[in-house]
Nanobody, 122 residues
Framework: QVQLVESGGGLVQAGGSLRLSCAAS????????MVWFRQAPGKEREFVAA????????YYADSLKGRFTISRDNAKNTVYLQMNGLLPEDTAVYYC???????????????WGQGTQVTVSS
């Protein structure tokens, strides 16, 4: 069992930055690929980024490459999402999730958190 708790969301102006964190409980954190996805109002869930269990491989949605960076610290059971150059269209609830599959898909998520709101003002 893995429990995930996101933090770090908030209100930021366009062009600004935020770093989201996702703290995981459980001793098997390093066994999972970790994923960030998001859901904007009225839209479907969208994959953002994933990092493999070792942290040495990452995978991003094409549209977000260069602005978002995913990383993890297995000693702290935490995964991060650094978001730079934020745009109003990045406004969404951001969720982290855990998967035993690489490259994870929305259908292969085993655990997910409650989400954290990110709002980007223009």
């Amino acid at each position: 069992q893995v429990q995930l708790v996101e933090s770090g969301g908030g209100l930021v102006q366009a062009g600004g930055s935020l770093r989201l964190s996702c703290a995981a409980s459980g001793r098997t954190f390093s066994s999972y690929a970790m994923v960030w996805f998001r859901q904007a109002p009225g839209k479907e869930r969208e994959f953002v980024a994933a990092v493999k269990w070792s942290g040495q491989r990452t995978y991003y949605a094409d549209s977000l490459k260069g602005r978002f960076t995913i990383s993890r610290d297995n000693a702290k059971n935490t995964v991060y999402l650094q978001m730079n150059g934020l745009l109003p269209e990045d406004t969404a609830v951001y969720y982290c999730a855990a998967s035993t599959v690489w490259i994870p898909t929305m259908r292969s998520l085993d655990y997910w958190g409650q989400g954290t709101q990110v709002t980007v003002s223009s």
